[in-house]
């Protein structure tokens, strides 16, 4: 049976020293067409690497950073941040956070939109402190970040956040999908960024 670690269990162990420490658990159906194995190495990599196996992961990211998905950025912005990278780290990590409501609101399984917030809870805190002490700073970080978002296109599975909800478990309720048409893709991120934004201006500029 195929099998695929999820990335959620995975950010959530403190040390992963080999398989026996991951939890595999099976998918079945259409499921199965969603592939994160090499997502989910570049995490383990960037996660309990060696510092040179994360700086090599860091650098095949930048070849092509739109074939990795958010948790990948995510992690990578930890190990940004580790390095001395402060500002790029910050930038990433809300370029992985935006992309990550993104693909949330593309899936119809509400309850994988919890992935988000599991994911800004373990990567956040540090660059969020950092980040909030110049607003000013942070104004252009975003900014740069809901530029990225905006102009280039994500050539990852954007699907990978579909496997962190009950339904990869459990299957897909009669009259339902993986994800609301390609068609509404679009619209849905538009409307994600321009939320986002809205929000950062409101909640954050304002104070």
């Given amino acids: 049976m195929k099998t695929i670690i999820t990335l959620i269990l995975m950010l959530n162990l403190s040390i992963m020293t080999n398989a026996q420490n991951t939890e595999i658990i099976p998918v079945t159906g259409v499921f199965k067409e969603i592939d994160v194995k090499n997502q989910n190495s570049a995490i383990q990599v960037l996660i309990t690497g060696n510092e040179k196996m994360k700086t090599t992961m860091r650098d095949i990211f930048f070849r092509d950073q739109n074939k990795w998905n958010p948790p990948v950025i995510y992690a990578l912005s930890k190990v940004l941040f580790e390095q001395g990278y402060k500002d790029d780290a910050t930038m990433w990590f809300y370029i992985a956070q935006l992309r990550a409501r993104i693909d949330a609101n593309i899936c119809q399984d509400k309850t994988a939109r919890e992935a988000v917030d599991i994911l800004n809870n373990k990567f956040g805190k540090l660059i969020n402190q950092y980040a909030f002490k110049d607003i000013k700073k942070l104004e252009k970080t975003v900014k740069d970040a809901v530029a990225f978002v905006r102009e280039y296109e994500p050539t990852y599975d954007q699907r990978w956040i579909n496997l962190h909800g009950i339904w ?13 048409p390609k068609e509404e893709w679009a619209t849905i991120k538009n409307r994600t960024i321009d939320n986002y934004y809205a929000d950062f201006k409101k909640y954050v500029l304002k104070k």
């Fill in 168 to 180: 990869a478990l459990n299957g897909i309720p009669k009259g339902n999908k993986l994800s609301f």
